[in-house]
């Protein structure tokens, strides 16, 4: 019965340690990550090799959809819009099909990345953006699917892929300069209104230089037309706090009465107990 018991604890360790054997991927995994002017791009895919075969019109047949490598979809993840074939993507992640001719690819950028290869029922509306680029011939064979960001500038960069003896290449264009531009134009313009508001604010609750809250929050209010009445009320509080309490009264008043319009009645009440402690008539 030992014997036994031995032989059977034998076999299930040969079984647990044969489990645990790694080998390669047939369509190994990549992975990688560019930054396009002020975008982060990030490509996943698996990397199939020729091993002998035919690709392009044998093992990959002319004008059928492909899955663009192998296992999992391929995707493709931009941190900010980007525009493809003239269409305007949003940020996100996007499956990457393509349909490859002799002489041509359709290339396409599917909104679903959940997908193992190509979707079992194929949505059209998915489809955030279809390219057509040419096919390049290569000089050589390219063993292993290849994917790659080329020809990177601030604005743009090219999606290429290459196997066998194919090369395309998808033009994808990034608002970089845009982007840029706004940053710069609200840089030299000064500060925001939101931006004095939020500085005034915190040097109030954070116990900070209350003049200077004070300084600010009058041009947070001055650069608003139509101030709202939770503004005017840390002015109030900010005016209070620095020893003005005709300018606290004032504002408080104002806050009150755009509170009632607005159908706030916390506001109300804050304003309401402020003046009264403060004294208003």
């Given at each position: 019965m030992k014997k036994i018991i031995l032989l059977f604890s034998a076999l299930m360790l040969t079984v647990s340690i044969q489990a645990q054997v790694q080998t390669p991927q047939a369509s190994p995994f990549q992975k990688i990550e560019q930054k396009v002017g002020l975008t982060d791009v990030t490509l996943e895919y698996s990397r199939p090799s020729m091993k002998g075969r035919a690709i392009f019109g044998a093992l990959v047949p002319y004008d059928?959809?492909?899955?663009?490598?192998?296992?999992?979809s391929t995707k493709i993840t931009f941190s900010d819009g980007v525009e493809i074939g003239g269409k305007t993507l949003k940020a996100g992640t996007y499956a990457v099909y393509t349909t490859p001719s002799a002489s041509?690819?359709?290339?396409?950028?599917?909104?679903?990345?959940?997908?193992?290869?190509?979707?079992?029922?194929?949505?059209?509306?998915?489809?955030?953006?279809k390219v057509t680029v040419a096919a390049y011939p290569l000089p050589i064979d390219i063993e292993t699917f290849t994917m790659s960001l080329d020809d990177l500038t601030n604005d743009s960069v090219v999606l290429g892929?290459?196997?066998?003896?194919?090369?395309?290449?998808?033009?994808?264009?990034?608002f970089t300069d845009k982007a840029v531009t706004a940053g710069i134009e609200k840089t030299m313009n000064g500060p925001?209104?939101?931006?004095?508001?939020?500085?005034?604010?915190?040097?109030l609750e954070s116990g900070k230089d209350i003049n200077q809250a004070k300084t600010w929050i009058d041009k947070?209010?001055?650069?608003?037309?139509?101030?709202?009445?939770?503004?005017?009320?840390?002015?109030?509080?900010?005016?209070?706090?620095?020893?003005?309490?005709?300018?606290?009264?004032?504002?408080?008043?104002?806050s009150l009465e755009l509170?009632?319009?607005?159908?706030?009645?916390?506001?109300?009440?804050?304003?309401?107990?402020?003046?009264?402690?403060?004294?208003?008539?």
């Amino acid at each position: 019965m030992k014997k036994i018991i031995l032989l059977f604890s034998a076999l299930m360790l040969t079984v647990s340690i044969q489990a645990q054997v790694q080998t390669p991927q047939a369509s190994p995994f990549q992975k990688i990550e560019q930054k396009v002017g002020l975008t982060d791009v990030t490509l996943e895919y698996s990397r199939p090799s020729m091993k002998g075969r035919a690709i392009f019109g044998a093992l990959v047949p002319y004008d059928k959809m492909w899955r663009t490598g192998a296992n999992a979809s391929t995707k493709i993840t931009f941190s900010d819009g980007v525009e493809i074939g003239g269409k305007t993507l949003k940020a996100g992640t996007y499956a990457v099909y393509t349909t490859p001719s002799a002489s041509s690819w359709d290339v396409y950028f599917y909104s679903d990345a959940s997908s193992w290869g190509t979707p079992e029922n194929w949505d059209e509306s998915k489809v955030a953006a279809k390219v057509t680029v040419a096919a390049y011939p290569l000089p050589i064979d390219i063993e292993t699917f290849t994917m790659s960001l080329d020809d990177l500038t601030n604005d743009s960069v090219v999606l290429g892929m290459m196997w066998e003896k194919s090369y395309v290449g998808v033009p994808i264009k990034f608002f970089t300069d845009k982007a840029v531009t706004a940053g710069i134009e609200k840089t030299m313009n000064g500060p925001s209104a939101a931006d004095y508001y939020a500085s005034a604010v915190y040097y109030l609750e954070s116990g900070k230089d209350i003049n200077q809250a004070k300084t600010w929050i009058d041009k947070a209010i001055d650069m608003n037309k139509e101030p709202a009445f939770w503004q005017l009320r840390q002015k109030s509080l900010i005016y209070a706090k620095a020893g003005d309490k005709k300018g606290a009264i004032e504002a408080a008043k104002k806050s009150l009465e755009l509170a009632k319009t607005a159908g706030n009645t916390d506001y109300v009440a804050l304003n309401e107990k402020s003046l009264k402690e403060w004294g208003a008539k």
